[in-house]
Every structure is written in C-alpha cells, then in structure tokens.
C-alpha cells in the first residue's frame, strides 16, 4: 500500500492573471497538513484540482493512491470535502439534506451524522438557510465525517469562525486521524490553527510551493537564524524573501 494520502508533482494550471506553478507536496497517511499562504496564492486552486473540479495543464494527482483522472467516483466516495463556501439547498430542513447527500455515499452512517448534529448542536428540523455562519460549517463538517471518509480536505474551515467553534472543529481534525489510517489537508490562513494540528506545513506563495515539510522540520531550520521562531515568523521570512525549501 502507498503511504501517502495525497500527492501532487509538478502540478500546473493557469488562469487569466494567475498561475499555478509546479506544486509539489506530500501527504503521509495519519497525518495532518496545513495548505497556507496569502489571499490569492493558489490554495482553493489546489483544492479544486485535487478535487476533479478542476484539471491540470500539466503534473500528477494521486489521491489514496490512485489518480483521481479515471477514478473520481470511486475516490470521491472517499474523501470528505467541505468547499470554503458552504452552500446548501435553500428552503429544506438539515434532515433533508442528510437524506439528499447520503444517497452519494454507500458507507453513510445515519447514527453517526445524529450524534456528530448533537454533539454540535444542530438542529436538524432547522431550514439551512437559517442557520449561521458557524452552524453552517458543523453542519459541513457532519455531513463530510458521517461517510467515514479516508481523507478530509476541508478550504478554510475555520474562517470567520468564533473561538470556541473553531477549537472544537480543530479537535475533531486531531481525533480523526488518531487510528493512524486517516489523513487530513485544510488550508488556512490562520496560523494558531498550524501550530494546534498540523504536522506537515505547505506554504504557497504567488501559485508556488515557497515551503513544504514536517512542521517541525521547517521551524528547526527556521531557527537556525533565528531561535525563537514561530510559524508565523517563518511564514513572514518566506514571504518577504521568497525563499523555496522542502523538509
């Protein structure tokens, strides 16, 4: 079996204006990435195209070991994906929705989504619509861990999102991977959320991989200039710098 949940080489794709430019990263199995960067520098695109929502020009996508051209449905069926934007059917109760979306997965589990819309304290004769922002997004996250998905990937989950829900989010992230056969890779721009769960780091710069590694790793050699980094910091150095390093 491939030990790596996710692998991206030489990934390309352009757009008017923008480009994605030979991305690079791995994933391990049980492990969680953080995908981070500015505003702008490429990391929905990379979701979309590790997603099938859209294709490379160029470079190789393999998601759990296959790639994802020729086994989307396969691999979908797979994954648990919450898009930054969590858009649901208007005027239908979070019961309906459940009913709509666990048709797509064969491995649904009704008992598990009930107890993970009680745990988050969503009530599921409530219409989406009405629901706010942050009940929105445990929903999301209900909805992609009900199927018992191998892989989470998961654009800005914790964006725009109070304290508290937040940090309960982030724990779900570190118990899902804790059987050691489940991987996860969010992106952020929010680097409190790296330091609680990531244990690999991918920073894009510009549609560039800037850095890529074992958290850790990456904070070693940042301190080698200077011994009290923080991510924040290292992320600030590559920004300003424009340095490229894999860990």
């Not at 995908?35 to 393999?62: C, D």
């Amino acid at each position: 079996m491939n030990d790596n949940a996710l692998e991206l080489r030489m990934v390309n794709k352009s757009y008017p204006g923008f480009s994605l430019r030979d991305v690079s990263l791995e994933l391990p199995r049980g492990y969680i990435m953080g995908l981070v960067g500015p505003n702008g520098a490429g990391k929905t695109t990379t979701i979309r195209l590790i997603m099938n929502l859209a294709r490379p020009e160029s470079g190789t996508i393999r998601v759990l070991g296959a790639e994802m051209t020729g086994n989307a449905v396969d691999l979908k069926r797979r994954i648990g994906y919450v898009p930054e934007n969590h858009e649901f059917y208007s005027g239908v109760t979070t019961e309906w929705t459940a009913s709509f979306v666990k048709r797509l997965y064969p491995t649904w589990n009704d008992r598990k989504f009930r107890e993970l819309l009680d745990k988050y304290g969503v009530d599921a004769s409530k219409k989406t619509d009405v629901l706010s922002k942050g009940t929105r997004a445990k929903l999301a996250m209900a909805i992609a861990l009900a199927h018992e998905p191998e892989l989470l990937i998961l654009d800005e989950p914790t964006s725009g999102l109070d304290p508290v829900v937040r940090r309960e989010l982030l724990t779900d992230l570190l118990e899902f991977v804790k059987d050691g056969d489940r991987s996860v890779l969010f992106s952020t721009h929010i680097t409190s959320d790296l330091e609680r769960v990531a244990d690999y780091i991918t920073f894009l710069i510009d549609g560039r991989v800037a850095a890529s590694g074992e958290r850790e790793s990456l904070l070693e050699e940042a301190r080698l200039s200077n011994p009290s980094a923080s991510i924040e910091d290292m992320l600030w150095t590559l920004t300003k710098g424009g340095q490229r390093r894999h860990a």
